[in-house]
């Protein structure tokens, strides 16, 4: 058994306000769409190394609340509130809850600002048993953590 091909990976991120441009009926993959920081850095990473196949991606929406980056979506204009957050916080929890059921991670990365956080308020129990990396500090710092953790990942393989 190779136990390097057991590891599998979970990062949960926020979606961003900068998008690409597109239409706003037109459906593209979540990962696609959003254009911040973030999303720039993943899919330089993706062009230069291609995708790990044990990395799972999970974005945080005001819209859509937690969506796989698969997902295909349109685009839109909300911001994440607090009150947004709160009020999608279950939903989160049983989404996580359902993917914990299915698949036990080797580490999970949760790179949110503060008011994403705030969904993941109910989730506290079945985040509690799992292997977590957070993301911290301003933009800058948490843009050079992602890009390190995704690193981890393809040393992994």
Same mark, same amino acid.
């Given at each position: $058994? ?16 900068? *998008? ?13 769409? /959003? ?5 720039? @850095? ?10 790990? *196949? !044990? ?8 819209? /859509?609340?937690?969506?796989?980056? =698969?997902?295909?979506?349109t685009n839109y204009?909300?911001? $994440?509130?607090? =009150? ?6 279950? +939903? ?10 299915? /698949? =036990?991670?080797?580490?999970? $990365? @949760? ?17 509690? !048993? +799992?292997?977590?990396?957070?993301? !911290?500090?301003? @933009?800058?710092?948490? !843009? ?10 393809? =040393?992994? +393989?």
């Amino acid at each position: $058994m190779n136990l390097m091909t057991d590891r599998k990976y979970l990062l949960v991120i926020s979606c961003s306000k900068r *998008k690409v441009p597109c239409s706003l009926v037109e459906k593209i993959r979540a990962l696609d769409l /959003y254009d911040g920081p973030f999303y720039r @850095i993943i899919r330089k990473a993706f062009r230069d190394r291609g995708r790990p *196949k !044990n990395l799972d991606i999970l974005i945080l929406s005001a819209k /859509y609340g937690l969506i796989s980056s =698969e997902k295909k979506i349109t685009n839109y204009d909300k911001l $994440m509130t607090a =009150e947004i957050a709160c009020k999608i916080s279950r +939903q989160v929890y049983r989404k996580l809850e359902s993917i914990f059921w299915d /698949y =036990e991670y080797t580490e999970i $990365m @949760i790179n949110l600002g503060k008011k994403y956080t705030l969904a993941l308020e109910y989730s506290k129990r079945v985040l509690t !048993n +799992q292997n977590l990396r957070y993301g !911290n500090g301003g @933009i800058g710092d948490r !843009n050079r953590q992602l890009k390190d953790w995704l690193f981890t990942i393809y =040393e992994d +393989q």
